[in-house]
Structure formats: C-alpha cells, structure tokens
C-alpha cells in the first residue's frame, strides 16, 4: 500500500470520527451550559411553589403539575391503543397483507407529521367538532367542552405519542419466543388466551419503554399544545378536565420570548429547561437501558 | 389396565373436535382489529380537518356568488324555467363544500348565462365586483406580502415559503454532512465499545424537546454566532437552522446507520479480499451500497425541519423577509401557524389561511415520507436481494 493512499484513508476516517465527536461534543456542551444556568435557581422551592409577582420570582409547580397531568390523561388514552394495535400487527395480522401494511404506513406518516398539525388537528377536530358538538347536544350551547382544556390537549398529544408506543411494543413482542406460543396453543389455550397470558406478559419491559418513551415526549412537546390547553399563566391548578393548565415547556417558551423582562427572568427560565431536559432526559435514558437488555435477550 | 381415578375420561369425537365458537374469542379479534384500524382513520381524519378549516378561504366567494345568483333566480322565474333550475343547481353546489374545485368553471358559467340572456340585468355589476375580491384574494395568496393583521390584510404565503426553504438548506448543509459522516464511523470504524456510546447518546439527543433545543438557540448560540460572524440582527436563518440541524442530525444518523449495517457482510468481505483497506471499503463499497437508504435518511430530515415549530418560533427572528443573506431573520410556515393561531378570530380569513398553511405543510411531508417509504427503502430492498440471490 502506498503511503499517499494511507495518508487520505488517515484523513477520511479522521473526518468521520471528527463528525462523531462532534455531536457528542455539541450534546455534551447543551446538557452543561443548561445546567450550569439552571443549577443556582434550582431548588426544592423552586419544584414545589407557585410563580410569584406576574412570574417574576417563585416556583414552577403549577407548570410541573400540568405537564405530569397532561401526560397521564396522554398514557391512559395512548398505550392501551398503541399496545392493541401493535398486538394486531404482530399476532393477527398477515406480514404481507395489503391492511397491514397500510397500517403500518399510517403509523410511520403518524410518525412524521409535524407537531404543529396535531396541534391544528386537536383545534379542528376536538375543540371545535367534538367538543362544539358536546356543547351543543348536552349544554343547549353553552359553552364547556368547546373551548381548549386539558382533555384535549391530552387527547391531541395522545394522538402524537402513539406511534412511538406501537413502534416499542412490536418490538417487543417479537422477541416473545415462538415456542411459547406454540406450547400454549397445544395446550388446548385460545389464541386470545395465549396473547393474554403468554404475549403480553412477556412484552411488558417494551409496553414499559414504549410508555416511558411516549412519556418523555408528551412531556416535551410544546407545539400540539399551543392552541389546544396550555395557559400563560393560572392562580389554581387544574381539578377538572375542562380547565386550562400550564406546562413546562409552553412556560420556558412564553418566559424566553413573551415576557416582560426576559433578562430579568433568565435565571428562572435556565432552571426551568433544567428541569424540563432533566426529566426527559432521565426517562429516555431509562428507556434506552431497557431496551438494550431487551435486545440482548432477543439475541 | 385400571383407569386413574380422578382424571376425567374424554372421548374424542367428530362433534367434540370441531371448531367451537367462542364469545369472548370473536369479540377480542374484532376489536383488536377494529382499534388497529384507528392509525388509520387518524390520518384521514386529520387531513379531513385540517383541510376542512381552510376552505372558507375559497368557498366564501362562493357563498357571494351563490346569493347574486339568487337574486338573479327570482327574476328570471317565470321568464324561462330552464334557467331557474340550473341557478338553482348551481346554488346548491356553491353550498356543498365537496365541489368547490370546480368553482372556476361555475363562475364562467354564471357570467356567460349573463351575458347571453340579459343584459340589463342589475346584478350583474354585483357580480363583476365579486369576481374582483376573488382574484385580489387569491393574488394576495401568492403575494410577497404577509400582512395578517394590517388594516388591508395580505396573505402572501411566498415569504413564508422562501424562508421555510432557506432555513431547511441552511439545517441540512450542517445536519445532513455531519450525521452521515459520523454514521459511517459508527458503522465501520468505531470500536465495539465507542459505538455502545455514540448510538445511545445520539438516542438521547433525540429525545431532547424541541422547545430546549430552541431555548439553547435563543439563549446561547445566536450570541456566540453573533460574537462571530458580528452580524446586526441576533436572530435570523442562520442560527434557526444550526438549531434545526440539531433536531435533523438523530433522524439522518440513526436511518443512515442502519442502511449501512444492513449491507451485507459479503460486500465488505469481498472488497477486503481483494485487497482494498477499511476506509476504501467503507467509502467505495459501503456507502454506495447504502445510498437510497441515505437518501431516505435526508428526505425524512428535510420533514423534520419543514415542520418544526418551536425552534423556528423561538430562534428565527419570525420577520416575513424574501431574501438569499442567511443572516436575515426568516418566518417559516410552521411558525406563522405556532404564533398566530392563538390569536385569530375563529372563523376568520387568518383562520382559514392559517390552516391552509397546515394542509400545505401535511400535504408536503406526507409526500416526503411517502416517497421515502416506497420508492427509495423498496429500491434498497431490491438491490440487496436481487445481488444475493
């Protein structure tokens, strides 16, 4: 081999490795600058009191609140769906059948569409035709469920997490081994009673990634929300599904580029994208730990 | 032999082995089925709402239309039945939102009834006057201009378009260099150990809320751009789409990677035999190999970006200018609809042009995705296959 030709190869798997550890590098400067900003502010207060002085000063449980709220109603309405409809892709359906895959399409352009359209879609569809219609058939008009609260913005963003609850779910119960199956089978067991007591069980650890992983980003997403629920700013905490709510991350967006004094209230804003990266962070780490014993033991 | 006892005898016969229908067995089947469907209704649900909140924009003409229309009914009544029941017709269709693409020739047909059977018809100057307002607003749509909230209105989407496009250049000149790069180390250089570490890190990066990714932006990046390059406006294109590459870089990384892991062992084996080092390998066998998965990877990037909302909202500057200079602040699609949704009138034209925006932004990554779906991962399948076998 000549020495011109090493030297390029040198060079080429020199730019590779530079593009690698550059994101490593840019991942790594984004955790730490927003820690580093956050971590004066941030406090057990900080978690647990309510904003004070029009959002100057205070805490930010209401937005905690809200966020946990929201992807809770999100969970309960997403992972029984998603897990359903991953059962039927792995279980009943045939691989190569053309509803399969048109299912399958719908979940991947699910996956793709921007989260501004939910957030039009949940405008449009719950808001204004299912709740509009509720309004009108049980209020005489009045209006309740017409209007953006929490039910929706939950439903919409429901809507948004479950292709990532499907996708993890599949994945799972792939790794389910046949012969399980099949002894149940010749055990005189049902196809429905072999999915309940052999399928499920043994795909819980990806029914629990798939949930985290919706979770984190529920959590996270800000655009479906924008017109659907969240709220600048609220005294009491949402008790009932048709009140507004606040949320982490519609609150560092308002606080970042709404508010009065963003210098002033920069600080707060710095611990409020700790607190908001932390938590998705944490739970998409879980996530990615299950995962890769889930994959080991499919191995 | 003497039975067990305890153990029931059964008897197989011919009634005992059949099929049983069972309830609870039918009804599980079918809802699982039935719920599998949801995917799919989402989908046409969500392009039958989106859409349907944007054609007031068109049909509103239509409502104007219809009424000369009537009025022009009631006079001719009894002149000529004929045309009263084609108005009529016509009417009905202008209600109906299902036909309003055919509104051009609907029009053209009202005007040559005009023309032909009455003159001195009085509406017809009515109708000339619409026919106007239909063309200022549908000019507007096309305009350079987008002024919402003016006391004459535009609705140029063109500014919106140029800098959605310019941004997403901008996002994938960094993003889309950088993530396959360093999926080719991933793939074919890095050390087992060193992989277990990039892979799940940029998983991680993934996961990051858009809306921190657009916070780092605003706070931290556009100053240090700004420390730079020392240009006057903080925020503009250039910093929307590094943060953008940001959200893109995952996406592209983790398809490329699995294009290139999917080309099979025989390939590099083959050009190793015949004499060629690793990175000659990787660069003239791998990646070529890999190339529509590769393409797939940049095309569902590009729909990342396209749509993404609150980077652009927070990071861009959000001023509607047409212009080639990076480092002017933009206003992308997604982030007209992000900002100013909240604040319209419902039922409005804004209204209405803001979901037009939507349909237009689910009509284009739906496209994307749908090309890199069948076209370009069916041509990766064939290629591998049809080499192997």
């Given at each position: 081999m000549s020495k011109r030709k090493s030297i390029t190869g040198g060079f080429f798997i020199g730019i590779t490795a530079f593009s690698a550890f550059l994101i490593l590098a840019v991942i790594i400067i984004l955790l730490a600058v927003i820690i580093h900003g956050g971590k004066g502010t941030f406090s057990w207060e900080f978690l647990t009191a309510f904003p004070e002085d029009g959002m100057m000063k205070g805490g930010i449980f209401p937005a905690i609140f809200g966020t946990v709220f929201l992807v809770l109603i999100m969970s309960v309405a997403a992972v029984p769906f998603g897990t359903i409809t991953a059962i039927y892709l792995t279980e009943y359906a045939h691989e190569k059948s053309i509803l399969a895959q048109t299912i399958r399409f719908a979940v991947r352009t699910l996956a793709t569409v921007p989260s501004i359209i939910f957030g039009l879609f949940g405008l449009g569809f719950f808001i204004k035709f299912v709740g509009g219609g509720m309004d009108n058939f049980?209020?005489?008009?009045?209006?309740?469920?017409g209007q953006p609260n929490i039910l929706w913005a939950s439903l919409t963003m429901a809507l948004l997490t479950l292709p990532v609850v499907i996708v993890s779910v599949e994945e799972a119960i792939r790794t389910v081994p046949r012969e399980l199956r099949e002894a149940s089978l010749a055990l005189g067991a049902t196809k429905w009673e072999t999915i309940k007591r052999i399928v499920i069980p043994g795909s819980r650890s990806g029914i629990m990634t798939g949930t985290i992983l919706a979770v984190s980003r529920g959590a996270g997403e800000v655009a479906p929300i924008l017109f659907t629920g969240a709220a600048y700013y609220l005294a009491t905490l949402p008790t009932s599904l048709s009140d507004q709510f606040m949320n982490l991350g519609y609150h560092i967006y308002i606080m970042a580029t709404q508010s009065a004094n963003v210098d002033q209230t920069l600080p707060i804003q710095f611990a409020t994208t700790m607190v908001l990266l932390l938590l998705t962070f944490t739970l998409n780490l879980a996530a990615v730990i299950i995962r890769s014993r889930l994959r080991r033991k499919a191995k | 032999m003497e039975e067990p006892s305890g153990i029931p005898k059964f008897v197989f016969s011919r009634e005992s082995l059949k099929k049983k229908f069972r309830l609870s067995e039918f009804l599980s089947e079918k809802i699982i089925t039935g719920v599998a469907f949801l995917s799919i209704t989402i989908i046409i649900l969500i392009f039958f709402f989106v859409f349907k909140e944007s054609i007031p924009i068109f049909q509103s003409k239509k409502k104007e239309i219809a009424k000369v229309e009537t009025v022009q009914k009631q006079e001719q009544y009894g002149t000529d039945s004929t045309v009263a029941t084609n108005a009529s017709g016509q009417e009905q269709y202008g209600v109906e939102?299902?036909?309003?693409?055919n509104a051009s020739g609907q029009e053209q047909y009202g005007v040559t009834e005009n023309d032909s059977l009455m003159t001195e018809n009085q509406p017809l100057a009515e109708d000339t006057v619409v026919h106007g307002s239909d063309e200022a607003t549908a000019k507007s749509l096309l305009?350079?201009?987008?002024?919402?909230?003016?006391?004459?209105?535009r609705y140029g989407l063109i500014p919106l378009f140029v800098g959605t496009l310019k941004i997403t250049l901008i996002a994938m000149l960094f993003a889309a260099p950088i993530a396959i790069l360093a999926a080719l180390f991933s793939a074919a250089f890095a050390p087992y150990w060193l992989r277990e570490i990039i892979k799940p890190a940029i998983e991680l990066l993934a996961g990051f809320p858009s809306v921190v990714i657009g916070f780092f932006a605003l706070m931290v990046m556009a100053s240090f751009f700004q420390n730079i390059f020392?240009?006057?406006?903080?925020?503009?294109a250039f910093v929307g789409g590094v943060a953008m590459a940001l959200a893109a870089i995952p996406i592209i990384f983790t398809i490329t990677e699995d294009a290139l892991t999917a080309v099979p062992r025989t390939y590099t084996e083959a050009s190793l035999a015949l004499g060629a080092t690793r990175w000659q390998t990787a660069l003239f066998v791998t990646l070529p190999a890999a190339t529509p998965g590769i393409f797939a990877a940049i095309l569902l990037g590009i729909g990342r970006v396209f749509g993404e909302t609150m980077i652009a909202l927070m990071a861009t500057g959000n001023a509607a200018m047409i212009g080639i200079n990076p480092f002017e602040s933009v206003r992308t699609l997604a982030a007209t609809i992000g900002a100013e949704m909240a604040e319209v009138v419902f039922g409005d034209t804004h209204y209405n042009v803001l979901f037009l925006i939507g349909s237009l932004l689910f009509i284009f990554t739906f496209s994307l995705n749908a090309l890199a779906e069948f076209y370009v991962k069916g041509k990766l399948v064939k290629r591998f296959q049809g080499k192997q076998s």
């Open positions: 049980f209020l005489g008009g009045e209006l309740k469920w | 939102p299902a036909g309003r693409t305009g350079t201009q987008w002024l919402p909230v003016s006391d004459n209105p020392g240009y006057d406006g903080r925020l503009n």
